[in-house]
């Protein structure tokens, strides 16, 4: 089983900065694509950033040049840089993350996804 967490949430100034940590464990024998998404309650949750495990970055276009998503690929764990908050990034950022496993001698591998609980990013004066 692989467990998701995240942390570094909080209530943040507008114009202020917050960095989120996304820590993943457990049995990963591959760890590929990385990323965070957000959700507002009533709304859909929405792709903020992702990193793939060669270092590939994507990011929506309301937070292009705000937002920086990296990765400790040792640790296991993807960060998510936010400068300039907005209080319409007001919202539980989800850290996701896609695992390859080998399911037997053969070699044979199996892909999953898993989500974190999420943490709560609130900006506002």
């Known amino acids: 089983q692989v467990q998701v967490v995240e942390s570094g949430g909080g209530l943040v100034q507008p114009g202020g900065s917050l960095r989120l940590s996304c820590a993943a464990s457990g049995r990963i024998d591959k760890l590929n694509g990385m990323g965070w998404y957000r959700q507002v309650q009533g709304k859909e949750r929405e792709l903020v950033a992702r990193?793939?495990?060669?270092?590939?970055?994507y990011y929506q276009d309301s937070v292009k040049g705000r937002f920086t998503i990296s990765r400790d690929t040792g640790e296991n764990t993807v960060y998510l840089q936010m400068l300039s908050l907005k209080p319409e990034d007001t919202a539980v950022y989800f850290c996701?993350?896609?695992?390859?496993?080998?399911?037997?001698?053969?070699?044979?591998?199996?892909?999953?996804?898993?989500w974190g609980k999420g943490t709560l990013v609130t900006v506002s004066a």
């Open positions: 990193i793939s495990s060669g270092g590939t970055t």
């Open positions: 996701n993350v896609d695992v390859t496993l080998v399911v037997n001698v053969e070699g044979a591998t199996v892909n999953k996804n898993y």
